[in-house]
């Protein structure tokens, strides 16, 4: 059996990486999507729980002792060190678990690691390739606004606690602009899929 190619996928906030990812799982690709991984951590994983505990304590939780991923968002976005503990913290946890998805995931051609912080985790170095999704910040605040239902303000403080496009073009073997349509975005991916493998 060949083995799966990984690729790294990743894109500032509002570029329409879901989307992209959305088209190549039609190609019988394994989505690791991480987002839904810190979500499932967030609610599940005792260890990680118990270190977010000990350094930001009982407020971060809510009554069903799940992380209340909006008030630990506040909390972090208003200190630098805070927000550098949760996500080397949380890294950590992810990464360990995108590792364990592969090794169980050796039947598909395909494997995406769906990461909106795929570089910052290190999750770039276990890529074959690492495809960047861009749009331009019009464009991404709107879909901000529109999918998270936060205002402008908002929506424009979580880009700019974000990579820059440039920053992160560095780390990019291909490189999408989301702002077509999802007929022409599909044979993009297609030529683009058969360039690289």
């Given at each position: 059996m060949t083995q799966s190619k990984i690729i790294g996928l990743t894109g500032r906030s509002g570029s329409g990486k879901g989307v992209v990812?959305?088209?190549?799982?039609?190609?019988c690709a394994k989505i690791i999507d991480c987002d839904k991984i810190v979500h499932e951590l967030f609610r599940f994983d005792k260890n990680l729980k118990s270190e977010l505990y000990n350094f930001f304590g009982c407020e971060i939780f809510d009554d069903n002792n799940y992380i209340n991923r909006k008030k630990l968002g506040s909390i972090v976005f208003a200190s630098k060190e805070k927000l550098d503990f949760l996500t080397k913290t949380t890294h950590r946890y992810v990464v360990k678990k995108v590792e364990e998805i592969i090794k169980e995931s050796s039947e598909y051609k395909y494997i995406v690691i769906d990461a909106p912080l795929l570089v910052e985790a290190g999750l770039h170095k276990i890529s074959?390739?690492?495809?960047?999704?861009?749009?331009?910040e019009e464009i991404s605040l709107k879909r901000i606004v529109e999918r998270d239902g936060i205002s402008y303000e908002n929506a424009k403080k979580r880009l700019d606690n974000?990579?820059?496009?440039?920053e992160l073009k560095s780390y990019a073997n291909v490189i999408i602009k989301n702002e077509k349509?999802?007929?022409?975005?599909?044979?993009?991916?297609?030529?683009?899929?058969?360039?690289v493998f």
């Open positions: 990812s959305s088209i190549i799982e039609e190609y074959d390739t690492v495809w960047l999704v861009f749009a331009s974000q990579k820059s496009f440039e349509s999802v007929e022409e975005l599909r044979i993009e991916i297609e030529e683009k899929i058969k360039q």
